[in-house]
């Protein structure tokens, strides 16, 4: 590999770069730069003699970086983020002046939890902002923060521990069982561990193991339990469970809300099973950036009205 002369390079073209990895396609690439298709084709002409490498390659879609290109990405985006500090003008942040989307990889049960306060405090605060919530599995959410598709990315993310990524903690929640109405085995909120353990099992997996929380806690015990149906988000656990015998488990300030549209029975859970978290991860360079303060400190705000509203799992 050959080293770059910074004098003759055009450090503009790393905008383009940046553009493609976003967009995945040269024409879209070139409307997002106000570019006309043939000089970002031309940039990336440039781009590939300045790297001596392809980076971007034809797909049915459009391209696809190569292993340099995401090997680059997170650099790159993150001397872009530095730059554009250092160019900003030195003026008080006003959120009603921002007009911009803001991408957010999560799940639904985050979505549940924060989206009614999140969104009503930003449309007073900064109408022109645009929320769009996406789903990304645990394991590609880096890379979506890497690439810039997404801003931040809301879950518990237990496994991911990635230098360059800022994780906020922004709430946590107990688990409860839930199953149908009538269902002969719940009496007065509760399940027996017998009865817990011979039931089939219904499990939310968005794509992983299934296996969750509740299965290590188990195996701690020397006991198992039957998963029988999996699904891939918490809302489409309740239509497993409501007209049959299988039983679920879920966050229970979602299971509280879900109850009110359908006919489940709470309870408590028969083993001590660690509460789930809910955690917001941006890309480290960024945190300082008056707009993601602002937009993290919406999040935080949507957390804590949450949590001050959860209510007493007395109150059943």
């Known amino acids: 590999m050959h080293e770059i002369d910074l004098t003759r390079a055009d450090l503009n073209l ?19 730069l106000s570019l006309s298709q043939s000089a970002t084709s031309h940039a990336l ?37 530095q ?26 049960y985050a979505i549940a ?16 902002v645009d929320l769009r919530f996406i789903s990304v599995g645990p394991l590609e959410v ?15 993310f237990i496994d991911v521990a990635a ?12 688990f409860v069982g839930v199953a149908r109405h009538d269902h002969p085995y719940v009496s007065a909120r509760r399940m027996s561990i017998d009865h817990f353990t011979s039931l089939p099992h219904v499990l939310m997996s968005a794509g992983g193991p299934a296996r969750g929380d509740v299965d ?26 409501e007209n049959s015998d299988v039983i679920g488990v879920l966050p229970e300030r979602l299971a509280l809300r879900i109850a009110q549209n359908h006919p489940l029975a709470l309870f408590d859970l028969p083993i001590d099973v660690a509460a789930m978290t809910c955690s917001m ?17 919406m999040l935080r705000r949507a957390a804590a009205r949450w949590s001050a509203k959860r209510p007493d799992a007395r109150s059943w």
């Open 216 to 241: 290590q806690a188990l195996s701690a015990l020397g006991l198992a339990r039957r998963i029988a149906v999996t699904v891939p988000n918490f809302h489409a656990l309740p239509y497993v469970v």
């Open 83 to 108: 730059i554009r500090q250092i160019l900003s003008p030195q003026t008080g942040f006003d959120p009603k002046a921002l007009r911009r989307p803001f991408t957010i990889a999560a799940h639904d």
């Open 45 to 81: 002409s440039r781009l590939r003699a300045m790297f001596d490498d392809p980076l971007f390659v034809r797909h049915p879609r459009g391209v696809e970086p190569t292993s340099r290109a995401q090997e680059l990405a997170p650099h790159i985006s993150n001397s872009l983020v």
């Open 281 to 297: 991860l941006v890309l480290a360079p960024l945190v300082e950036q008056p707009e993601i303060i602002w937009f993290t400190a």
């Open 142 to 156: 880096v890379a979506g923060l890497d690439r810039g598709e997404i801003d931040f990315a809301l879950g518990g």
């Open 113 to 128: 939890v924060l989206t009614p306060m999140l969104v009503d405090d930003v449309r007073t605060q900064a109408p022109s």
């Open 14 to 32: 790393l905008v383009v770069f940046e553009a493609l990895m976003r967009e995945r396609h040269v024409g879209r690439a070139a409307e997002r």
């Open 163 to 174: 230098e360059r990524v800022a994780r906020t903690q922004l709430f946590s929640d107990r």
